[in-house]
T-cell receptor
C-alpha cells in the first residue's frame, strides 16, 4: 500500500514556542491530506483538511491561528502548533488518500508534549 | 451531523474464537464508504476492511468480514479464528463528502483483547 511518513514521531517543546509536524506521501501525490488529533484512549478527531495549493479547511472549533496548516506541494503537508501550551499536548496523526473513495493511509503519528 | 457510534468500549475473545464488533452510523449522504481500521499499540492506523455503501454484498477480507445493514445503518465487524495479533483498538469510520473532498468520521473505538 501507499506510504505516508510523519515526522517527528515525538517532540517535546516549551510552552510558548511553536512546533512543526511534517506529513509526506512517499510514493504517491496527495492533493488532499487530513490532520487528526487523538487524546489518550479516545477517537481521532478531524482537525482540518489540507488542500494542495489552497487554504486548509478547518473543522468547527479548531483554532486556525493556533494550528497552521500548509500544503505547499503534492507530497508534503505541515501542521504548525503556534504558541504551544500544555493543553495542546496530544497525539497528532495525518492521513492522505490516493483518490476519493479509496482508503486513507495514515502517518505514524506525532506525540507532542508541551512542558 | 454525521455520527459514528461504537457501543462496546472493550471486548474480549479467546484465541481461535469469533468476535463481532458493533458499529452504527448516521449520514444523510447517499454516496459514502464505511471502514474498519485497527490501531495496535504502535498507534499506526491500519485498514482492516472497506465497504462501499452502494454494494449490497458484504465485504470479506480473509478472517475479517462485515455485516452491512444499510437500512439500519449498521456496520459490524466479525473476526474469525482470532489471533493474538488481532489485539488492538478498532475504529469504525464513515467517509462523507464535504467541500469536494471525502472526510473520515471515526467512532470512539472498541478495544479488543485476545486471550490465550
Amino acid at each position: 500500500g501507499a506510504v505516508v511518513s510523519q515526522h517527528p514521531s515525538r517532540v517535546i517543546c516549551k510552552s510558548g514556542t511553536s512546533v512543526k509536524i511534517e506529513c509526506r506521501s512517499l510514493d504517491f501525490q496527495a492533493t488532499t491530506m487530513f490532520w487528526y488529533r487523538q487524546f489518550p484512549k479516545k477517537s481521532l478527531m478531524l482537525m482540518a483538511t489540507s488542500n494542495e495549493g489552497s487554504k486548509a479547511t478547518y473543522e468547527q472549533g479548531v483554532e486556525k491561528d493556533k494550528f497552521l496548516i500548509n500544503h505547499a506541494s503534492l507530497t508534503l503537508s505541515t501542521l504548525t502548533v503556534t504558541s504551544a501550551h500544555p493543553e495542546d499536548s496530544s497525539f497528532y496523526i495525518c492521513s492522505a488518500v490516493l483518490t476519493m473513495n479509496t482508503e486513507a493511509f495514515f502517518g505514524q503519528g506525532t506525540r507532542l508534549t508541551v512542558v | 451531523a454525521q455520527t459514528v457510534t461504537q457501543s462496546q468500549p472493550e471486548m474480549s475473545v479467546q484465541e481461535a474464537e469469533t468476535v463481532t464488533l458493533s458499529c452504527t452510523y448516521d449520514t444523510s449522504e447517499s454516496d459514502y464508504y464505511l471502514f474498519w481500521y485497527k490501531q495496535p499499540p504502535s498507534r499506526q492506523m491500519i485498514l482492516v476492511i472497506r465497504q462501499e455503501a452502494y454494494k449490497q454484498q458484504n465485504a470479506t477480507e480473509n478472517r475479517f468480514s462485515v455485516n452491512f445493514q444499510k437500512a439500519a445503518k449498521s456496520f459490524s465487524l466479525k473476526i474469525s479464528d482470532s489471533q493474538l495479533g488481532d489485539a488492538a483498538m478498532y475504529f469504525c469510520a464513515v467517509s462523507r463528502r464535504g467541500s469536494g473532498t471525502y472526510k473520515y468520521i471515526f467512532g470512539t473505538g472498541t478495544r479488543l483483547k485476545v486471550l490465550a
